[in-house]
């Protein structure tokens, strides 16, 4: 795939197959792509975590909150939930101007890297620190960013931006992300 059509192929999942497992293979190989991102003075700070146990995806999963715009969803169901989670961590009580920065960039090298190999993602900020944190982290670190993995199960289709930016699921169920069109991104040219 070219560049440009694994960017719009990569598109955020929240419905899995649940019955196909993830390789580990895979998953390091997927960290090893985040492990290349450039970083704020090069400190390398991030660590991340592998979480495919059946218990302990569960109880990650209880603590997510998925798709605030779908607000009569309540986030996957028994069979679609992920197989996998990669958590991104920081060290706790370190200077964190950049943390959020270098987080972003590899949370976009993980999502790319993932599609590449016919795996979907989502990004999720919204999840219990105290419960992540039990199942992923050492005591030295902060878990900064969930990334929910697995084969995908539903189909996600880019939208063109008719004045709203709320993603929606039609009624075959399909999900739709509007983006802004690039006229409207580009500020100056000069
Ligand atoms: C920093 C960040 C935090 C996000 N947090 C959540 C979240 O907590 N729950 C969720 O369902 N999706 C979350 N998402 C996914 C976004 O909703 C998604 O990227 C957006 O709707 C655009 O869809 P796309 O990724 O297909 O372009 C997050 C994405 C990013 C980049």
Redesign the pocket.
């Known amino acids: 795939m070219v560049f440009r059509e694994l960017a719009s192929a990569t598109?955020?999942v929240?419905r899995f197959n649940e019955s196909a497992s993830v390789a580990l293979e895979d998953l390091l190989e997927i960290i090893g792509t985040a492990s290349l991102a450039p970083c704020a003075s090069n400190l390398q700070r991030l660590r991340y975590s592998i979480i495919t146990g059946e218990r302990e995806r569960d109880q990650v999963f209880q603590g997510l909150?998925?798709?605030g715009y779908l607000s009569d969803w309540q986030g996957p169901g028994e069979g679609e939930r992920p197989r996998a989670y990669i958590v991104i961590s920081s060290p706790a009580g370190e200077d964190r101007s950049f943390t959020g920065i270098d987080t972003?960039i590899a949370a976009a090298y993980i999502v790319l890297a993932a599609r590449n190999k016919g795996l979907g993602c989502?990004?999720?900020?919204?999840f219990s620190r105290e419960r992540v944190a039990e199942i992923a982290c050492t005591p030295d670190l902060r878990p900064e960013l969930v990334i929910a993995i697995g084969y995908p199960g539903e189909e996600?289709i880019l939208d063109n931006y008719t004045g709203s930016i709320k993603?929606y699921r039609d009624s075959a169920g399909r999900h739709h992300?509007p983006k802004i069109p690039l006229a409207e991104l580009i500020v100056k040219e000069t």
């Open positions: 598109r955020t929240r909150g998925w798709a972003g989502c990004i999720l900020l919204s996600v993603y992300v």
